[in-house]
Nanobody, 125 residues
Framework: QVQLVESGGGLVQAGGSLRLSCAASGRTLSSYTMGWFRQAPGKEREVVARINWIGTSTYYADSVKGRFTISRDNAKNTVYLQMNSLKPEDTAVYYC??????????????????WGQGTQVTVSS
């Protein structure tokens, strides 16, 4: 089981930027498709972005497309989420998550099997 630790959250004004990091230990991240999720108060957790195990394919929720960028550095066992043009509605706890992936087919599990503890992002208007 891979252990995940997020960092980089904080308070930022609308229009500002933050870069979240997710550091992995216990297993190499190259065995996992990685995702960033967020959960705002009173709302369900939602996927924000996802990147395949070798970093060649990404997915973004419509709400963040064009503003957020997910990337990974397997040599550093770290995944990033660059967030630009932040809006108050981006306020949430952000979690990184790992989907075990078959390296031959690229197929990953339907749901993540490991989660970080989350990092708070607050965007003021």
């Amino acid at each position: 089981q891979v252990q995940l630790v997020e960092s980089g959250g904080g308070l930022v004004q609308a229009g500002g930027s933050l870069r979240l990091s997710c550091a992995a230990s216990g297993r190499t991240l190259s065995s996992y498709t990685m995702g960033w999720f967020r959960q705002a108060p009173g709302k369900e957790r939602e996927v924000v972005a996802r990147i395949n195990w070798i970093g060649t394919s990404t997915y973004y929720a419509d709400s963040v497309k064009g503003r957020f960028t997910i990337s990974r550095d397997n040599a550093k066992n770290t995944v990033y989420l660059q967030m630009n043009s932040l809006k108050p509605e981006d306020t949430a706890v952000y979690y990184c998550a790992a989907y075990p992936t078959d390296p031959d087919s690229g197929i990953y599990t339907r749901t993540p099997r490991s989660w970080g503890q989350g990092t708070q992002v607050t965007v003021s208007s």
